[in-house]
């Protein structure tokens, strides 16, 4: 991913994010990001349309009830069930991702987006992702997070 | 004047955020309810009175603009006003849904002063006490 198009997605990303959860993020190195033990989930989905590919926005589990608590306006410890939790980040990758589009081809581009699946992420996976040059990696409220952009070449 | 409203999204998340919006920014609420897609959206549109529809466009089953086309084929849409919510707004899309009959079109994520300003538009409600 070139460094414009890598900057254009972290100012989308960043800004859409912070007026959705009310959370503050930055962008940050890949190296620099910690793996902390704990599972780490992925909210993807794919799109098509004028451009084709897919997002993933990838969180340690424990970010979950911070990023759900916010969008809803509600306390961490309210969100008692884990389905609440997916169906959160699920839906800020889904708000995030009609923006990127946007930001990548334009406000009058025509897409689809599909159904957002979340799930655990494997651990070697999780590896893969911090070596991949479609990864960028952000803090939020000073947690780790990455961003996955897959694009099909045309 | 209390509006019934039926918000239409396979998200529990989002269909909470626009009540909440709803709530927050004062809107005259009588009962809302909620439908997951599109075809579950008709049928509490058959069931119930409804004053307005907040409804997504990606959505399994039904998504947004089929459920749209079907408002549209039975005539619905000219007394029901609907108003889309969605992050998937190309500006094609969008056109092609005011075409068919749409009121209004909300990008998330939105405030509660937006839900207000397009509530207060696409029901022609003029003065807040």
């Known amino acids: ?154 | 004047m209390a509006f019934n409203i039926l918000l239409v999204d396979d998200s529990l998340t989002v269909r909470s955020v626009i009540a909440k919006a709803l709530r927050l920014a004062g809107v005259d609420i009588g009962q809302i309810y909620e439908a997951c897609h599109g075809a579950e959206a008709l049928t509490v549109l058959e069931r119930e009175w409804i004053d307005l529809v907040f409804a997504d466009i990606s959505m399994p089953v039904m998504d947004g603009e089929e459920f749209v086309d079907r408002l549209a084929a039975s005539g619905a849409i000219e007394h029901l006003p609907v108003v889309i919510v969605s992050s998937a707004g190309s500006g094609p899309r969008i056109q092609r849904l005011k075409d068919k009959g749409v009121r209004a079109y909300v990008q998330k994520p939105f405030t509660p002063e937006q839900i207000r300003e397009v509530v207060d538009k696409v029901m022609g409600v003029t003065n807040h006490e």
């Open chain 1, 1 to 154: 991913m070139s460094e414009d198009r890598q900057q254009a997605l972290a100012s989308t990303f960043l800004h859409i994010v912070e007026k959705l959860t009310f959370m503050f993020g930055e962008p940050v190195a890949l190296d620099e990001i910690e793996l902390s033990p704990e599972p780490w989930v992925e909210a993807r989905m794919q799109f098509e349309g004028a451009v084709n590919g897919s997002l993933a926005v990838i969180v340690p589990e424990s970010l979950q009830p911070e990023i759900a608590a916010n969008i809803l306006g509600l306390e961490a410890a309210d969100l008692t069930t884990p389905d609440m939790l997916a169906d959160a980040l699920r839906e800020m990758l889904n708000v995030v991702c009609g923006h990127v589009i946007m930001t990548l081809a334009g406000a009058e581009a025509d897409f689809k987006l599909l159904a957002p699946q979340h799930q655990v992420v494997p651990r070697e996976r999780l590896a893969d992702l911090l070596e991949d040059a479609d990864s960028m990696g952000f803090t939020l409220d000073d947690e780790p997070l990455l961003l996955h952009l897959e694009l099909e070449r045309g």
